[in-house]
């Protein structure tokens, strides 16, 4: 590997991405380790694992979280909503979203690295 990227000095007949011989320059990312990699890897596998057995659990004789869309029934926590209270839940589910913009763009890193289910 002759050439070595210095941001100083891109090329401008080429793009910087492109060596002089016409290849393409690869980035190859280092492997995360440290101390918080081990807990956020922990704090998300336990975000995986309640995402997944959610739907599985009852809470007050039906399922914790139900999409029923067949017959318009949707269920979360106990709370039995059908299609026609869209209306109601309009704006706590606007709340919600602008919530989650608000958490997203003061803490960030803190839900993109350690709390998205991605």
Request: with cysteine; hydrophobic share 45%; glycine share 6%.
């Amino acid at each position: 590997m002759s050439d070595s990227y210095n941001p100083r000095n891109l090329p401008t007949e080429r793009p910087s991405s492109m060596d002089a011989r016409g290849k393409r320059v690869f980035i190859h990312p280092a492997a995360v380790t440290g101390f918080y990699k081990k807990y956020r890897t922990i704090f998300y596998t336990f975000l995986v694992f309640i995402f997944m057995v959610l739907p599985w659990t009852k809470f007050d004789g039906e399922q914790t979280i139900l999409l029923d869309l067949p017959h318009r029934k949707f269920v979360f926590f106990g709370y039995i909503f059908w299609a026609h209270d869209g209306p109601l839940i309009f704006f706590p589910l606007i709340l919600a979203v602008m919530t989650l913009v608000l958490v997203t763009s003061v803490w960030g890193r803190l839900w993109c690295g350690w709390a998205c289910p991605q």
